[in-house]
């Protein structure tokens, strides 16, 4: 009998708690979030002017072209930046393959940008984040790629490097990371305004 009641208690308690927190728990925090946080709810997807999704402004996407400002180097997926295989290449620092790849990248960093041969160059240009999709780079990263936009575009190197300071972020809640630029959306913006004549 005794045994009976507790197999019954324990099915209610089984029963009851998948109710709260498998089914009503996260239907209420997705309601939450699509009222409140709407945009983070939903990827924070980029639309061109058509509205079709171009990107999302937290998953890196790789650009090359002289004209845009290019990301930090991913190892998500064979060839980079695949979202469906976000992760590290999980090498350590003494490891030599890594360190001839951050060689390999600095020197084309360097070649790509018009750098002296021995300028220092940012870290987040030679290495890949932890997810491998990092949307974002330094301010020192950006500033550095200013010169090549610029003349990739035919503009002044002024204008874009005013655009640099316009995209930069701050610390998150100020004291939170680092500053940043999101590379998709200051390649967006650029896009923007040589259409508009405004580059």
Do not use: W
């Amino acid at each position: 009998m005794t045994l009976t009641r507790q197999a019954r208690t324990i099915g209610s308690m089984v029963l009851v708690l998948t109710l709260i927190c498998g089914i009503v728990y996260p239907l209420v925090m997705t309601g939450l979030a699509q009222v409140f946080f709407s945009n983070q709810a939903n990827g924070n997807l980029v639309r061109d002017a058509g509205g079709n999704v171009v990107g999302s402004t937290l998953i890196g996407q790789n650009f090359t072209k002289p004209e845009y400002f290019h990301p930090r180097p991913s190892a998500a997926g064979t060839d980079g930046y695949d979202a469906t295989s976000s992760g590290a290449s999980n090498l350590g620092p003494t490891n030599a393959s890594l360190t001839d790849a951050v060689k390999s990248r600095a020197e084309a960093y360097r070649a790509e940008n018009g750098l002296a041969a021995t300028a220092p160059v940012p870290a987040d240009a030679v290495t890949q984040s932890a997810s491998g999709l990092d949307p974002d780079i330094s301010p020192a990263n950006a500033l550095l790629q200013v010169r090549r936009v610029a003349t990739a575009r035919g503009v002044a190197d002024a204008q874009v490097r005013a655009m640099v300071i316009q995209f930069t972020q701050g610390r998150t809640l100020g004291i939170l990371g680092e500053p940043r630029i999101n590379v998709l959306e200051i390649n967006r913006a650029l896009d923007a305004a040589a259409v508009s004549g405004r580059t």
